[in-house]
């Protein structure tokens, strides 16, 4: 079994996201520090599977036996990270902690600015098909009456209630705090913090590409969450690659620098000021050990002028926002064609069976794929020839 275990349990929205595309990118790099880092999805997949969270997905029933089998086989180090669990209950805890070994366990938090939080919250429940409005989210979470959407957001947010619940099964000096550090800064700077936190050198790892979390402005955030309402009964896949990754992070977000960023409002803030304030004063008191700054997770004064209400938005900024991701999803679409034209092209050559035109695409014109394409094979491409080309009989 690995001999040690460090189980990253990150409140949402607190550059998870970033740590495990960056992982993802390293595997190789961090293996060859020693250090097993499963992939994102198998953390997911082996946990949610252990844990009973499967929510109707079919690929994480059976997945624990193999995240096990791979921490089993490993000496070193393993990494792990899934913010789903961190605000889970004592039963749950008690269960993940056995089966990894609690002697073995370190716990990693990361926590962030909450007045980022509270929108970037509200957005990702849209990108799952929500249809609560902002203002009706934001009052809840913004409010010191008990709530369901409240109690749900603060179970997950409050960084110095966490170390309190996870100590109870954890000694308190193998659970450590890292703060994101405020926006502007490096983003490497908090894989540093992260690094510093386990004690792996993370200098030598190189930065992912192009990250799947893309933000959305207040406009196209609205425009989604109408949308949702017109989309109907999508199923959870058909959703997630057209609407989700598609539509919203590669289209919509792409005009995120034209649009104003989703605004809390002045009393709103000011609660969100306070609840960081106890919340770190929580933390200092607790001896929990934090690698960062706390002062991080203190919001700063807003900016007048560069944020709004989605609530607000009018006809014509719904209108322009729709134009322009229908002009962005135009393009991802015909990639995605192409993309799709160069796989079948790349697959019938290798087995030999390129010359019926009947089993190609919509672009059957070779100067044009190779044009489009920039006269290189695409990523996707050069995987399933590599792939094929192992099949082929020597």
């Not at 109707?56 to 393993?78: K, N, S, T």
């Not at 203190?298 to 709004?308: T, Y």
């Not at 015909?334 to 050559?349: C, F, G, K, V």
Request: hydrophobic share 40%; charged share 25%.
């Amino acid at each position: 079994m690995a001999d040690s275990v460090f189980l990253h349990v990150g409140t949402m929205k607190s550059g998870t996201s970033y740590l495990q595309s960056l992982f993802n990118t390293n595997v190789a790099r961090l293996a060859e520090q020693g250090v097993l880092w499963p992939m994102a999805a198998t953390c997911f997949r082996g946990l949610g599977d252990l844990l009973g969270i499967t929510e109707g997905r079919p690929l994480r029933e059976g997945a624990w036996p193999l995240l096990r089998r791979q921490l089993l086989a490993h000496e070193g180090p393993a990494l792990l990270s899934n913010e789903v669990v961190g605000g889970m209950g004592a039963d749950r805890r008690v269960t993940l902690l056995d089966a990894l070994g609690r002697d073995q366990v370190h716990i990693v938090i990361t926590a962030r600015d909450l007045a980022r939080v509270v929108p970037s919250q509200w957005q990702t429940a849209v990108r799952s098909q929500g249809l609560r409005p902002w203002r009706e989210f934001a009052e809840a979470v913004c409010s010191s009456e008990p709530s369901p959407i409240g109690t749900k957001f603060w179970r997950r947010q409050d960084v110095a209630a966490m170390v309190q619940r996870w100590s109870q099964q954890v000694p308190l000096e193998r659970i450590t705090v890292v703060t994101v550090p405020p926006q502007g800064s490096e983003p490497f700077l908090l894989v540093e913090r992260f690094g510093a936190a386990v004690g792996i050198d993370m200098s030598s790892l190189r930065p992912p590409g192009q990250l799947r979390n893309s933000t959305m402005g207040a406009i196209s955030a609205e425009l989604l969450r109408r949308l949702n309402q017109r989309v109907g009964e999508v199923d959870r896949l058909h959703y997630r690659l057209g609407f989700k990754d598609g539509l919203s992070r590669a289209a919509l977000a792409a005009h995120a620098d034209l649009e104003p960023a989703i605004a809390m409002r002045t009393d709103e803030y000011e609660f969100v000021r306070r609840r960081a304030q106890e919340i770190v004063d929580g933390l200092a008191s607790s001896g929990v050990r934090v690698v960062g700054d706390l002062t991080d997770l203190i919001p700063s004064r807003p900016r007048p002028g560069v944020a709004a209400s989605p609530c607000d938005a009018s006809d014509e900024d719904l209108l322009e926002a729709a134009l322009a991701g229908l002009t962005l999803a135009g393009r991802v679409l015909a990639e995605a064609r192409i993309e799709h034209d160069q796989l079948i092209r790349s697959a019938l050559r290798l087995l030999g069976d390129d010359d019926d035109p009947s089993k190609l695409g919509y672009i059957d014109a070779e100067d044009e794929i190779a044009e489009a394409s920039g006269g290189r094979p695409l990523a996707a491409s050069r995987e399933l020839r590599e792939r094929l080309a192992a099949l082929q009989p020597e």
